[in-house]
């Protein structure tokens, strides 16, 4: 007996890669290693899409509820969701040494909405720099702010969760009352908001804007 070989269109592969990583962030999530308490597999399934999906929705208490290995795998997550899943393959590709064909080029053109496949790797090694880039510098001026404050290490930790959480338009916050101890801080809330603008904005967007402006000139 035949078994027809099932083919997957460049869409629905992204699918149900983009399902493989909740599921494989759910089953993380509920290991012991992750959590400071039992959780229940919903509120695990929902954390964790929540994080792929970048929606900032919370049901349990991310500071408190889920250890540092459980707090680097939302961040993880959230980071994978912010890039989008095939710019993040790209970069695995790249550090692999690894040839990208024209099936995963598919993939990519899909997942970042573009229209002609030319150009795309260079596009998707501009958005994987950029989005670092800004990342990294948002993470040293939050430390100015958080190291004094809570020391080196949690300083740093704190300011990179925060980074790339509000760059991403994730809204995970170590603190259970997310930011609002911070409202009158003037950095704290210059950075985040820009962080937040500046990533809702993407940066295939800004790209378009530069290039047209670049033509003008």
Do not use: C
Not at 74 to 93: D, N, P, T, Y
Not at 121 to 137: P, V
């Amino acid at each position: 007996m035949k078994f027809k070989q099932i083919q997957l269109s460049p869409s629905q592969l992204l699918v149900l890669v983009f399902l493989f990583f909740i599921i494989l962030g759910t089953l993380l999530l509920k290991t012991p290693a992750a959590t400071s308490k039992p959780i229940g597999w919903i509120d695990t399934l929902f954390t964790s899409t929540s994080a792929m999906t970048v929606t900032g929705l919370a049901v349990v208490d991310t500071g408190t509820d889920y250890t540092l290995f459980g707090q680097l795998m939302i961040l993880v997550l959230i980071q994978i969701g912010g890039l989008g899943i095939m710019s993040f393959a790209v970069l695995i590709f790249i550090m692999l040494g690894k040839k990208i064909g024209l099936k995963e080029r598919l993939l990519i053109q899909q997942s970042l909405n573009q229209t002609s496949l030319g150009g795309i790797i260079k596009l998707i090694k501009s958005l994987i720099i950029y989005s670092f880039a800004i990342e990294m510098l948002a993470m040293l001026i939050l430390a100015v702010k958080w190291v004094p404050e809570y020391g080196f290490a949690r300083g740093v930790y704190y300011s990179l969760f925060h980074a790339v959480s509000a760059f991403n338009n994730a809204g995970f916050s170590i603190w259970p009352d997310s930011l609002i101890r911070y409202k009158s801080d003037p950095l704290v809330n210059l950075v985040i908001s820009f962080l937040f603008i500046i990533g809702g904005i993407g940066f295939t967007v800004l790209s378009d804007l530069w290039h047209k402006r670049s033509l003008k000139s």
